[in-house]
């Protein structure tokens, strides 16, 4: 019996490691996997740990990246063409309506990993009741980034209210100094200013992201949404921005070199921004600028994007059981760890990561009072940047009134809806 129960158990593992090896086979070494991105999300640590998973594996890393205002576009083009899109980007959770994810965003609820997402994480990487979304990004938003040394030059501290920015900025034109750079090159950070009115005025409505996820919803129908975009337009007027030939051509990419030569005096950027300025420009002691809400119209909390954009694995690619190795591959704990480390986020969607809380968190929450909820991009679906910062750029250039521009931006969203519909 003894014999037979050792024979039994050798057969029991040797079918464990045939079945291990099979599933091993399963994967193609020397194929490519095929993820699209806009241009700017792919960093150093992306293409590191790409190389690593190729070397485990023999299985390539095509990142594929496509220009800032032309993604969403040429992204639904590839999917509906069925153009060799393994992997895409995309907002979390509602944002992702846009690419038809009934039809392309596999379902990944069943994968190992995502029992170590956070419960904020988890919240963003579902769509629909699955969970659809591989991402370890963090939980971040906008805000304005003060240059600290300038800051205390005129003696202020940072806006708390629409009033006092005006004060700052005025103090800043008296040095000589653009108040705000605005990258106006790259039409899709326009968006990220209205962006941050979600939280606040869900709170005060209750249920305005509901009426938004309806075609019927419009953000005309929020008195806050026109106020503050006459704000925006009063930014521009007092030449806060600079001269428009100058601020219309600036990049979004040259945000660092502009913020630490102290020709501006803040920005409209991520939490992480700060550290991608001091990396670069360590004199310029970014490290210590604090970054807090964008008060307009009265704006008091500060709305977050619950992980950023995630990874979708196309459901139509014949490379699913590579994607998911390499899902797998980014979620081993070394290496969330490793992009952590590397890329300045405030936070992860992973547990268990040793968290080094950057200066900026500290300053943003408490200018909103801990006070934080969900954006748009996660919470309606069509909040596309493109199409709304498009809105604002006509506006700050003369070509839409801040009513036009809102109602420019409703339309585009109830064209959306019934282009998927």
């Known amino acids: 019996m003894k014999r037979l129960l050792a024979v039994l158990l050798c057969l029991s593992m040797l079918l464990t490691a045939a079945a291990a090896l099979a599933e091993e086979t399963e994967l193609r070494a020397g194929s490519t996997l095929v993820v699209c991105a806009s241009q700017d999300w792919i960093k150093d640590y992306n293409r590191k740990l790409a190389e690593d998973f190729t070397a485990e594996t023999g299985i390539n890393i095509d990142f594929q990246l496509i220009p800032n205002d032309q993604y969403g576009n040429v992204v639904k083009a590839k999917l ?3 153009d060799g899109v393994d992997i895409f980007f995309s907002n979390p959770g509602l944002g992702l309506a846009e690419y038809s994810p009934e039809k392309y965003a596999y379902d990944l609820s069943d994968q190992p990993w995502i029992s170590e997402y956070t419960d904020w994480a988890l919240e963003s990487a579902t769509y629909d009741g699955n969970v659809v979304f591989f991402t370890t990004g963090s939980l971040d938003g906008y805000g304005i980034l003060y240059n600290a040394d300038l800051l205390e030059q005129i003696g202020m501290e940072p806006a708390t209210t629409y009033e006092e920015l005006l004060e700052i900025c005025d103090a800043l034109m008296e040095l000589g100094v653009t108040p705000i750079f605005e990258p106006g090159a790259d039409i899709w950070h326009a968006c990220v200013w209205l962006l941050e009115t979600g939280d606040w005025l869900n709170r005060k409505y209750g249920d305005m992201y509901e009426t938004l996820c309806d075609p019927s919803g419009k953000f005309e129908d929020y008195p806050e949404v026109i106020t503050f975009s006459e704000q925006m337009m009063e930014l521009v007027e007092r030449g806060y921005f600079g001269e428009e030939e100058d601020w219309l051509s600036q990049k979004w990419n040259d945000r660092a070199e502009a913020m630490a030569s102290g020709e501006f005096g803040m920005m409209v950027c991520h939490m992480s921004a700060a550290a991608e300025i001091w990396e670069q420009y360590p004199e310029s002691g970014a490290e210590d600028w604090p970054l807090t809400i964008i008060p307009l119209a009265g704006n008091s909390t500060f709305s977050n994007s619950g992980g950023s954009m995630g990874m979708v694995l196309n459901k139509e690619s014949d490379m699913i059981p590579e994607a998911l190795a ?4 980014l979620a081993r704990p070394e290496n969330v ?3 952590y480390d590397e890329s300045n986020m405030p936070l992860i969607t992973f547990k268990n990561v040793e968290l080094d809380l ?4 500290e300053t943003l929450m ?7 909820g969900p954006d748009y991009t996660t919470r309606i679906p069509f909040y596309t940047a493109d199409a709304i910062g498009r809105a604002y750029i006509e506006m700050w250039i003369g070509d839409k009134t801040p009513l036009e521009a ?3 931006i409703d339309k585009d969203r109830a064209i959306m809806f019934g282009a998927v519909e």
Do not use: D, M, T
Request: one cysteine or more.
């Open 80 to 82: 509906a063409s069925g």
């Open 326 to 329: 390499y899902f797998e591959f």
């Open 337 to 339: 760890q490793y992009i």
């Open 358 to 361: 950057p200066y900026q968190y």
């Open 366 to 372: 408490e200018s909103c009072n801990n006070v934080l």
């Open 406 to 408: 809102v109602q420019q």
